[in-house]
Every structure is written in structure tokens, then in C-alpha cells.
Nanobody
Framework: QVQLVESGGGLVQAGGSLRLSCAAS????????MGWFRQAPGKEREFVAR????????SYADSVKGRFTISRDNAKNTVYLQMNSLKADDMGIYYC?????????????????WGQGTQVTVSS
């Protein structure tokens, strides 16, 4: 059974930082591209960042470029999202996502496996 378990969410002041982690089990981690999506109340789930199976390629939504960094540790079956200079617009539930190597993580329909989500709240 595939499990993606996120952690690291919480409450942070605007301008602060958080580091999200996603531990994967039940799948061959290096066979999957990994990514992060988020969903704010009343809004659709949106792409945030993705990283290729080997870690050599990353991509970000325009809204987070220069502030967020995605990385992965294939030895630990874990993907991370370092979030700096957080804004109120960054608030929402952050979901870890996985798709097979041949699939580009873009919109929600490209995702094969989802985590349960972790809440990020930014106070002003």
C-alpha cells in the first residue's frame, strides 16, 4: 500500500519559513517524480513545485519562484519543500504528490498518489 505522509506544516508569521517533508512508502521511490500542490479554502488545488525522479530537474509555480525550494533524498524516500518569505497567499493545505517517471507533474489529474495534506497558516 502506497503512503505519502506529510509533516512540517503549522502556523508561521508572514515573512517566516517552514520546511515540509513527505515520507513515501510502498512504492519504488526512484521510479517516481514527486511534487507539491496546495489548496486554499474555496479554491482549486494548484501545482506548487515538482522534482524529477533523480532530482536533476525542478519546476515551480510562478507565485513561489525564488521563495520555495523542492528537494528529495532518495536514500530516505523523502521529498522536501523549503518555504521562505511566506505570505498570506501561501496559506492552505499542502499535498505531496507522486507520478511515474514518464509523467510530468503539472495539474492534479497528472498525480497518481496523494498524501493526506498538511496545513500551512500564515499570520500577518
Amino acid at each position: 500500500q502506497v503512503q505519502l505522509v506529510e509533516s512540517g506544516g503549522g502556523l508561521v508569521q508572514a515573512g517566516g519559513s517552514l520546511r515540509l517533508s513527505c515520507a513515501a512508502s510502498g512504492l519504488s521511490f526512484m521510479l517516481y517524480n514527486m511534487g507539491w500542490f496546495r489548496q486554499a479554502p474555496g479554491k482549486e488545488r494548484e501545482f506548487v513545485a515538482r522534482i524529477s525522479w533523480g532530482g536533476g530537474s525542478t519546476s515551480y509555480a510562478d507565485s513561489v519562484k525564488g521563495r520555495f525550494t523542492i528537494s528529495r533524498d532518495n536514500a530516505k524516500n523523502t521529498v522536501y519543500l523549503q518555504m521562505n518569505s511566506l505570505k498570506a497567499d501561501d496559506m492552505g493545505i499542502y499535498y505531496c504528490a507522486a507520478a511515474p517517471r514518464g509523467t510530468t507533474l503539472a495539474g492534479p489529474t497528472s498525480v497518481t498518489y496523494w498524501g493526506q495534506g498538511t496545513q500551512v497558516t500564515v499570520s500577518s
